[in-house]
């Protein structure tokens, strides 16, 4: 049985389990390749205190020999459901199942519905995120391509450095975004591009762009744990990383935005500490 | 006028001031040197992400390197007090005043120690500053009790202007103290008065004095900003690190535990960008 399961091998899951590890728990981290974590594809990362001017997958480097150093324990593997057993929780990964006292979700943003192109080009003119990648647009043309209002925020930032910015959102009504930002309408069909992105095609229509940003909604983690409560579309947790199952917690970009690894680094180890502390009260109760 | 006004220079301060400074927000952090850090004292951490097995004061090296290399701006000095003006904020730092549209708190673990009196005879006796408002006690009689090797600058401010100085250091080492001021020893334990200070306590003797000031590392938060919501000793704030004043935010040791800075500088970075999307919205509903 394990003390504390952790599902993502992200920042958020590295942290919680270095903090887990740290505390003497046993711990596994599930989770798939970081070659398919967002950060990996990330040319830059310069807002994580005390390491500037990175590379995403440099970073990853740096974080997963910090939990290899500590001897965290790895198993590859997406874990496709977790089953509340009353006092602990049974996980299925690709049909191998773990029991473990506690469990750390840290997926990330769930990916869905990709745009023909968009898989190929991320991290070459493609991007999930305006506000973390727009400086590598400056005077340049960009469109973002927005699920949710947020994007309003990427649009906003991405005006005042880019040269020229088209807006298309995929929901319902724009709230505020700068009169200078063009607005579209229409169905994006594919990016097009040689090695970088070099335009997009909406309906009928092309036009020229050097970079595209996919503002998208993070999927439900329902699936997972059924039952789990949400906000809006990602898991609700409290200050304490608490979800409304107890001894599930939730960090990272899983719990919503502001989608950074720092902002993910802290939740994690805050989730593990706080698990931690649950262990402790389970161990007191047992006695 | 400033976009941000960061108070506190330790981790969740600085990881704020980056994220503000990359989104190309006007920001000054107002602090003391880290020396005076916990931080300052570990002899390692080891449980921040990417960074393994650190020692404290190295860690705090590479964050101001970070800090500086994005040409972070920095005022020392403690921030006595922060008055809400409408739609900005204006901060009295030992008597020099900045005017910032917002302001995260990240004064660090707060040492809640009220001396029985301090609150109730603030500015009645009581102040937090000698250099700013020892010219209202010319000719008469006064107490500093210090925290820190800074409060010797206020004694040897006082000591010129002062018929009679005290000194009750509360740290290691005296540095340069005016030999005309009268050290002690002991521990304060009640300050005496009827509608104005009049007098001291220290362990069983007592002393006529006309003013005691406080010179402490930081000055209580509850006393920074009158009216902060308060969660036990630790400023209330929710998951977007918003407070009860719109455009005042908290990150760090200051919103509670646990105490570490992998948490202070997660939700040092939360605050900035909270902070940058509330000026966008200031700026658009200006328009």
Same mark, same amino acid.
């Given at each position: 049985?394990?003390?504390?399961?952790?599902?993502?091998?992200?920042?958020?899951? @590295?942290?919680?389990?270095?903090?887990?590890?740290?505390?003497?728990?046993?711990?596994?981290?599930?989770?798939?390749?970081?070659?398919?974590?967002?950060?990996?594809?990330?040319?830059?990362?310069?807002?994580?205190?005390?390491?500037?001017?990175?590379?995403?997958?440099?970073?990853?480097?740096?974080?997963?020999?910090?939990?290899?150093?500590?001897?965290?324990?790895?198993?590859?593997?997406?874990?496709?459901?977790?089953?509340?057993?009353?006092?602990?929780?049974?996980?299925?990964?690709?049909?191998?199942?773990?029991?473990?006292?506690?469990?750390?979700?840290?997926?990330?943003?769930?990916?869905?519905?990709?745009?023909?192109?968009?898989?190929?080009?991320?991290?070459?003119?493609?991007?999930?995120?305006?506000?973390?990648?727009?400086?590598?647009?400056?005077?340049?043309?960009?469109?973002?391509?927005?699920?949710?209002?947020?994007?309003?925020?990427?649009?906003?930032?991405?005006?005042?450095?880019?040269?020229?910015?088209?807006?298309?959102?995929?929901?319902?009504?724009?709230?505020?975004?700068?009169?200078?930002?063009?607005?579209? *309408?229409?169905?994006?069909?594919?990016?097009?591009?040689?090695?970088?992105?070099?335009?997009?095609?909406?309906?009928?229509?092309?036009?020229?762009?050097?970079?595209?940003?996919?503002? *998208?909604?993070?999927?439900?983690?329902?699936?997972?744990?059924?039952?789990?409560?949400?906000?809006?579309?990602?898991?609700?947790?409290?200050?304490?990383?608490?979800?409304?199952?107890?001894?599930?917690?939730?960090?990272?970009?899983?719990?919503?935005?502001?989608?950074?690894?720092?902002?993910?680094?802290?939740?994690?180890?805050?989730?593990?500490?706080?698990?931690?502390?649950? @262990?402790?009260?389970?161990?007191?109760?047992?006695?």
């Amino acid at each position: 049985m394990l003390d504390i399961a952790i599902i993502g091998a992200g920042p958020a899951g @590295l942290s919680a389990a270095i903090n887990g590890v740290i505390r003497n728990k046993k711990v596994i981290v599930f989770g798939r390749e970081p070659k398919s974590s967002y950060l990996y594809k990330a040319e830059k990362v310069d807002n994580y205190l005390g390491m500037p001017n990175i590379s995403g997958p440099k970073m990853i480097e740096e974080f997963l020999n910090h939990a290899k150093k500590l001897g965290v324990e790895f198993h590859e593997g997406r874990t496709l459901e977790v089953f509340p057993m009353g006092n602990y929780y049974t996980l299925n990964v690709e049909n191998e199942f773990f029991e473990a006292k506690t469990v750390i979700i840290a997926t990330g943003i769930p990916k869905a519905n990709y745009i023909p192109g968009e898989k190929e080009f991320l991290g070459k003119g493609v991007s999930y995120c305006g506000t973390c990648d727009g400086p590598l647009y400056r005077g340049k043309t960009t469109m973002v391509i927005g699920e949710i209002e947020e994007a309003e925020e990427d649009v906003n930032f991405l005006q005042e450095i880019c040269d020229k910015v088209y807006f298309l959102p995929t929901y319902k009504e724009i709230k505020h975004v700068s009169p200078k930002v063009e607005i579209l *309408k229409g169905k994006p069909k594919e990016i097009l591009g040689d090695n970088f992105v070099s335009g997009i095609r909406i309906d009928d229509k092309e036009l020229k762009v050097d970079g595209v940003f996919l503002i *998208k909604e993070t999927v439900p983690v329902t699936q997972l744990i059924k039952g789990l409560e949400m906000e809006g579309k990602t898991i609700k947790v409290n200050r304490r990383q608490e979800t409304n199952f107890p001894g599930v917690f939730a960090a990272g970009d899983c719990t919503g935005r502001p989608f950074q690894v720092t902002k993910a680094v802290g939740e994690g180890a805050v989730a593990a500490l706080e698990t931690v502390s649950y @262990l402790h009260k389970m161990d007191i109760e047992k006695k």
